[in-house]
């Protein structure tokens, strides 16, 4: 059974940093897209950053209001995707959530929620200025 787990949120002053991390158990396929995506009240759930690789290559994406603030990267050999969050901004306050899925989705599908199956429970991230 996969199992999600994400860590890492709290509590930031606008500018500050957080970085995220999102472990996965019990999934072994060595095609996987990883996903980071993050939900405010009151909003739809938007995906953030997604990191698709295989034992050759990595491919990342990432919506247009964190880029070159935020990057994905994963530890392969410890199955955990992380988040890093600098520049943080109010509008990044949101309940971030990782997601997993095994096979390879091109960009403009890695971040599309219905592409995903495996959910982890979700970490707060609050920005105040």
């Known amino acids: 059974q996969v199992k999600l787990v994400e860590s890492g949120g709290g509590s930031v002053q606008a500018g500050g940093s957080l970085r995220l991390s999102c472990a996965a158990s019990g999934f072994t396929s060595r095609t996987r897209s990883w996903a980071w995506f993050r939900q405010a009240p009151g909003k739809e759930r938007e995906g953030v950053a997604s990191?698709?690789?295989?034992?050759?290559?990595?491919?990342?994406t990432y919506i247009d209001s964190v880029k070159g603030r935020f990057e994905i990267s994963q530890d392969r050999a410890k199955n955990t995707v992380y988040l890093e969050m600098t520049d943080l901004k109010d509008e990044d306050t949101a309940t971030y959530f990782c997601?997993?899925?095994?096979?390879?989705?091109?960009?403009?599908?890695?971040?599309?929620?219905?592409?995903?199956?495996?959910w982890g429970e979700g970490t707060q991230v609050t920005v105040s200025t």
């Open positions: 997601a997993i899925s095994s096979g390879w989705l091109v960009s403009k599908e890695a971040l599309k929620a219905y592409r995903y199956n495996k």
């Open positions: 990191l698709v690789a295989n034992s050759d290559d990595t491919e990342t």
